[in-house]
C-alpha cells in the first residue's frame, strides 16, 4: 500500500474526531474525540517515518502517546472533580470561565 | 494480502471513530474507541512499526481505556441535552469536518513529496522494532524522554490533586 493511503486515512480519522468535538456535550466524550485526533497525528507521524525510512518518527509517535496518557489523566481527574461537586457534566452548562 | 489488511483494518479505525461520536451512551462510546486502537494497531504493524504497535494496545486499548471505563462507570452515562449555543451547529459541524478532510487530504497530496505514492523504501528486517525505539529514545531523544517522564509524573501529582476529596468542598 502507498503511504498516500495512510495520510488519507489518518486526515479522515482527524476531521471525525473534530466533528465528535463540536457535535458531542459531554465532556467525556469529547476526551475520547481527542484521543481519536491525537491517534490520527499519530498514524501520520508512523507512515511519514515509514516513507522517509528511518524510526525517529515512531518515536515522536510514542511522545504523542504518553502526552495523550497525561491528557486523560488530568482530564478525568476534572471530571470526576465536576461530579462530586454536582455540576452538570455538559461543556454547554460549565461556561462560567466564557468571557 | 496487504490491501485486504489495509482496507480491513482502516473500515475498523473508520468504524470505531464514527461509533465514538455517534452512539449515545458513553459507554458504548469507550468500546468503540477500543474497536479503534486495535485497527489503529494493525495498521502500524502494516507500517513496520511493532513497537509503537505493541505500547498502542498495552498502554492505550489497556490500559487508558481501563481507567475510562472505571470513570463511565463513575459517573454514569446520562443523557445529552439537545440545546445548542449555536443553531444549527449539529449540521454545519460535519459540513466543517468535511472540509477539513479535503482541505488536508489536497494540502498533503499536492504537496511535492515524491515518495508519497510509493511504499517507502525497503527497510531491514530490524525496522521498528523495541531494540532500534529504544537505542533511539536513550541517544538521541534522551531530553524528550526525560521530560516525558517528568510530565507523566506531573500529571499523576496533578490527577491526585484534582480529584482528592476535600473537606471544605463537600461543605
Known amino acids: 500500500m502507498s503511504i498516500e493511503w495512510y495520510i488519507v486515512l489518518s486526515a479522515l480519522l482527524f476531521s471525525t474526531g473534530a466533528v465528535g468535538i463540536l457535535i458531542r456535550r459531554s465532556p467525556l466524550v469529547i476526551l475520547l474525540c481527542l484521543e481519536l485526533m491525537l491517534n490520527a497525528g499519530n498514524l501520520a507521524l508512523v507512515a511519514f517515518s515509514r516513507m522517509v525510512g528511518n524510526e525517529e518518527g515512531q518515536v515522536f509517535a510514542v511522545i504523542v502517546m504518553v502526552v495523550a496518557a497525561c491528557e486523560v489523566v488530568v482530564g478525568l481527574g476534572l471530571i470526576v472533580a465536576i461530579f462530586r461537586r454536582r455540576l452538570p457534566l455538559n461543556v454547554d452548562d460549565l461556561r462560567e470561565l466564557r468571557g | ?171
Not at chain 2, 485486504?4 to 482502516?10: E, N, Q
Not at chain 2, 494493525?42 to 507500517?47: E, I, N, R, V
Not at chain 2, 494496545?57 to 449555543?85: D, K, N, Q, T
Not at chain 2, 494540502?107 to 527497510?123: E, I, K, M, N
Open chain 2, 1 to 171: 494480502m496487504e490491501e485486504v489488511l489495509f482496507f480491513g483494518s482502516a473500515i475498523g479505525a473508520l468504524g470505531g471513530a464514527v461509533g465514538v461520536i455517534a452512539l449515545r451512551n458513553p459507554f458504548y462510546s469507550v468500546l468503540a474507541l477500543i474497536v479503534h486502537l486495535f485497527s489503529l494497531a494493525a495498521l502500524f504493524l502494516l507500517l513496520t512499526s511493532a513497537f509503537v504497535a505493541a505500547a498502542q494496545v498495552v498502554v492505550y486499548a489497556g490500559a487508558v481505556m481501563v481507567l475510562y471505563v472505571f470513570v463511565v462507570a463513575y459517573v454514569g452515562g446520562g443523557g445529552e441535552s439537545a440545546w445548542e449555543p449555536i443553531p444549527g451547529q449539529r449540521f454545519l459541524a460535519p459540513l466543517l469536518g468535511i472540509a477539513l478532510f479535503v482541505e488536508l487530504s489536497v494540502a498533503v497530496l499536492s504537496s511535492s513529496l515524491l515518495a508519497l505514492g510509493t511504499d517507502g523504501p525497503d527497510v531491514e528486517a530490524g525496522f521498528g522494532d523495541p531494540a532500534a525505539i529504544g537505542t533511539l529514545m536513550l541517544e538521541k531523544f534522551l531530553l524528550p524522554f526525560e521530560a516525558s517522564s517528568l510530565l507523566l509524573l506531573l500529571a499523576a501529582v496533578g490527577a491526585i490533586v484534582l480529584a482528592h476529596r476535600r473537606r471544605e468542598a463537600n461543605a
